[in-house]
C-alpha cells in the first residue's frame, strides 16, 4: 500500500515563501500523476497543481506564477514551492498520488498565511 509523508508548512507573513514536500514509500514512476490539493473548512478540496509521470505539470490558475512542483526520482518526492503567498492560500494541503482512478492522500500540513 502506498503511503505518502508530508512534510513543510507553517506560518508565515504574506508575500513570503514556504516548501512543502511529499515522499512516497515506492517508485512514483507507478503512478499517473502526483500532486497536491488543499482546502479549507467549510470547501472542497481543490487542485493546486500536479506532475504527470511524463514531467508535464498543471497548475490552479489561482497559484500560476507563484507556486511551482517539482520531483526526485531518485528520493520518490515531490515539491512544492510556494511564492508570494496571500492569506487567500491558507488552507490545509494535502499530497495525493494517483494510479487510474485511485487516489492516496498524504496526512495534511497547515499553511497559514498572516501578518
Known amino acids: 500500500q502506498v503511503q505518502l509523508v508530508e512534510s513543510g508548512g507553517g506560518l508565515v507573513q504574506p508575500g513570503g515563501s514556504l516548501a512543502l514536500s511529499c515522499a512516497a514509500s515506492?517508485?512514483?514512476?507507478?503512478?499517473?500523476?502526483m500532486g497536491w490539493y488543499r482546502q479549507v473548512p467549510g470547501r472542497e478540496r481543490q487542485l493546486v497543481a500536479k506532475?504527470?509521470?511524463?514531467?508535464?505539470?498543471t497548475y490552479a490558475d489561482s497559484v500560476k506564477g507563484r507556486f511551482t512542483i517539482s520531483r526526485d526520482n531518485a528520493k520518490n518526492t515531490v515539491y512544492l514551492q510556494m511564492n508570494s503567498l496571500k492569506p487567500e492560500d491558507t488552507a490545509v494541503y494535502y499530497c495525493?498520488?494517483?494510479?487510474?482512478?485511485?487516489?492516496?492522500w498524504g496526512q495534511g500540513t497547515q499553511v497559514t498565511v498572516s501578518s
Open positions: 495525493y498520488s494517483r494510479i487510474l482512478s485511485r487516489f492516496t
Open positions: 515506492t517508485n512514483i514512476f507507478d503512478f499517473n500523476d
Open positions: 506532475i504527470n509521470v511524463g514531467g508535464v505539470t
